[in-house]
């Protein structure tokens, strides 16, 4: 069952955990501890609004960036890794295993790092699930090259 306020799944009295939340503290489910409704939008929305289609097929994300040069995004109440979060929203399933970029092989010119641009596409065409083991193989691959 869906959250009344969110697409969500519903914990208890038909909200998702972050409307109980605001409407066990305060009385309102749309309004946060602060007493400020919380206008957000729907996270595909969010998502669709803040990349770029580039002419290689990636959609590079806009807004922040993590430390390790990942985009990254707010959603369920937790920061989130944007392209696990656009993975999510494609598959239906959060990835049990790693996401493996898989445009880096597509650029034989890219250096992989921090300051890699394939980091911040959120394409999930561009992902494959992979284990550790073999998202540091291909790493270590790509690095030779």
């Known amino acids: 069952m869906k959250c009344n306020f969110c697409t969500d799944e519903a914990a208890s009295r038909g909200m ?3 409307h ?3 409407w066990y503290r305060t009385g309102n489910p749309e309004v946060n501890q602060m007493g400020k409704r919380k206008d957000v939008k729907p996270i595909e929305q969010r998502m669709e609004e803040n990349h ?3 002419d290689n097929g990636c ?3 806009n807004l922040g960036i993590s430390q390790y040069g990942y985009g990254k995004v707010k959603y369920q109440g937790r ?3 944007a392209h696990v979060v ?5 598959t239906g399933e959060w990835p049990k295993e790693e996401l493996d970029h898989l445009c880096h092989s597509f650029d034989p010119d890219c250096i ?3 300051t890699c641009p394939h980091r911040r596409c959120i394409n999930p065409a561009h992902l494959e699930e992979v284990s550790k083991v073999e998202n540091i193989r ?3 691959t790509r690095k030779r090259l």
């Open 52 to 54: 770029t289609v580039l």
């Open 79 to 81: 920061t989130r890794g």
């Open 59 to 61: 959609w590079e994300w």
């Open 16 to 18: 998702c955990r972050i």
């Open 86 to 90: 656009s993975w999510y929203l494609a």
């Open 112 to 114: 992989a790092g921090v």
């Open 138 to 140: 291909r790493r270590d």
């Open 20 to 22: 109980y939340g605001r």
